[in-house]
């Protein structure tokens, strides 16, 4: 049986997608998980991934098109088989049709008049069993069922036949081209437009034909002035109001979207503390001296680290928040904050609970140039349970980060920085780095937020713990 492919929702309010490019072709054969497709979102193109196994038997939406969430865009099946077959209503309208044409061929002299209205709703009968059958958006579906629209009598002109919303709206005023008077109008319109001029155009006032052209002329000129003070006119008021204009981008559109619904819905509440970061550096330095090649590790992998074995003693912080109560997470994805010229992505490290510090800094290295290239995966994309986000590398010292909804918990670090520490009677020089914890007030309680950072701040002082 054949299998609709839909666009995901890659993000908690996306509502459409890109498809920038298909990865594979019709006949192809793709395994559940394999990549077949580069979309775009708001934010970044990420690969999409077979959700079913069999040959790819047809696309249904072309490269460069929009796509609603939940809209088929692909076709999976056995080999050999038809689509049409499987996925056209053509042959079970056929077989409607007749059982439709039995009920009211008994009251034939009675419900002759109606017998269109019959066959209407013996088309529509098939829909509400099968609504699959029909190739037709959510929106035209919607449409359809409001006007009254039978979807089996009108004609798609998406991709592959699909039914549009511009298809439904078309369908509606069918019967008015059906009058034919209002095509003759415009042949009776120019014979009323000479009627007028024929008292006008007497045999012996041939100059009054050139009175009018001479009034034409002076309505020109007349008309000339004002289309160049119109014009001029304009000019300063659009010029002062587009200086400094800078249009919005998809980019900037969502993270406005997200940013505002993250602050508006979400009861933020924050804790900082400064943690000693000097004997993470000096262990951060001993394990990238004994690392080859390019592998190192950052101090945003070792604070990745604790983070995961914070998380495990405070589950908490690695949830959601939902009308019916607070959904645990089994695995721990942390996302990293990740900055370019366009905007703001916080893609995730997935299953980081066993990962050890050289595989974090593995992953978050190929994370970060994979969302460069383009390359990400859905999952990676929406996955994320916990956050972090990174501005030590600007220098700056401490910040408030924005929690990504639906997680319940975003982390903001600043620059690792020496500064004079009393250590009992005496002042040192250590390298100390501010934290911030963003928590959502209705998954935990500021005790309890206080109690993580604590946590993760014995980590990160102590850092051979991590290595354990």
């Known amino acids: 049986m054949a299998t ?3 666009m995901p929702q890659m993000g908690y309010d996306m509502q459409e997608g890109t498809l920038v ?3 594979k072709s ?3 054969e793709v395994s559940l998980g394999e ?9 970044a193109v990420v690969e999409f991934e077979s959700t079913a196994e069999g040959v790819l038997l ?21 080999e050999g088989e038809t689509v049409a077959a499987d996925g056209d209503d053509s042959e079970e309208a056929t077989e409607a049709e007749p059982v439709a044409e039995e009920e009211p061929s008994e009251p034939d002299a009675e419900e002759a008049p109606e017998a269109e209205e019959d066959e209407s709703e013996a088309d529509a009968i098939p829909l509400p069993a099968s609504p699959s059958e029909v190739r037709a958006s959510p929106i035209a579906r919607k449409l359809a069922a409001e006007r009254g629209v039978d979807l089996n009598t009108v004609e798609g002109t998406g991709p592959g036949g699909r039914i549009l919303r511009s298809d439904v709206l078309a369908a509606e005023p069918m019967p008015v081209p059906e009058a034919a008077p209002e095509e003759e109008e415009p042949a009776e319109a120019p014979e009323a437009v000479e009627e007028p001029p024929m008292p006008e155009e007497e045999a ?3 100059v009054e034909e050139q009175e009018p052209a001479e009034a034409v002329e002076e309505e020109s000129a007349m008309e000339a002035p004002e289309e160049v003070e119109e014009p001029v006119e304009p000019e300063p008021e659009p010029e002062g109001q587009d200086v400094g204009l800078v249009p919005l981008t998809r980019m900037r559109q969502q993270i406005a979207r997200t940013t505002v619904g993250s602050k508006t819905t979400i009861p933020h509440f924050y804790v900082s503390t400064d943690i000693d970061m000097t004997d993470a550096m000096s262990l951060r330095k001993e394990i990238n001296a004994s690392l080859e090649g390019d592998a190192r590790v950052s101090v945003n992998d070792l604070v990745i680290k604790a983070c995961v074995h914070t998380i495990k003693g405070f589950p908490k912080f690695n949830s959601s928040y939902t009308d019916d109560g607070i959904r645990m997470h089994d695995s721990i994805n942390i996302g990293i904050a990740i900055a370019d010229e366009n905007g703001l992505i916080m893609p995730a490290i997935l299953d980081c609970g066993d990962k050890s510090l050289t595989e974090i800094s593995a992953a ?3 994370l970060v140039q994979r969302s460069q290239s383009g390359t990400l995966h859905a999952e990676e994309y929406t996955g994320g349970t916990f956050s972090i986000s990174n501005m030590g590398m600007f220098d700056v010292t401490s910040f408030v980060a924005i929690i990504q909804p639906p997680q319940s918990a975003v982390l903001a670090i600043g620059t690792v920085q020496k500064k004079p520490v009393v250590q009992g009677d005496s002042v040192v020089v250590r390298e100390i780095m501010s934290a911030t914890l963003s928590v959502d007030h209705r998954v935990s309680d500021g005790a309890e937020g206080a109690q993580f950072i604590v946590q993760l701040k014995e980590y990160l002082e102590h850092p051979l713990r991590l290595l354990v």
């Not at 047809?58 to 056995?78: D, F, P, W, Y």
């Open 364 to 366: 978050s290295k190929d």
């Open 35 to 43: 990549a077949v497709a580069e979309i775009e979102t708001d934010k």
């Open 26 to 28: 019709v006949g192809d």
């Open 4 to 6: 609709k492919m839909t």
């Open 58 to 78: 047809e696309l249904l939406v072309e490269e460069g098109t929009t796509v609603a969430v939940g809209e088929s865009i692909a076709t999976v099946g056995a």
């Open 21 to 23: 490019r298909w990865l």
């Open 204 to 206: 012996p006032e041939a």
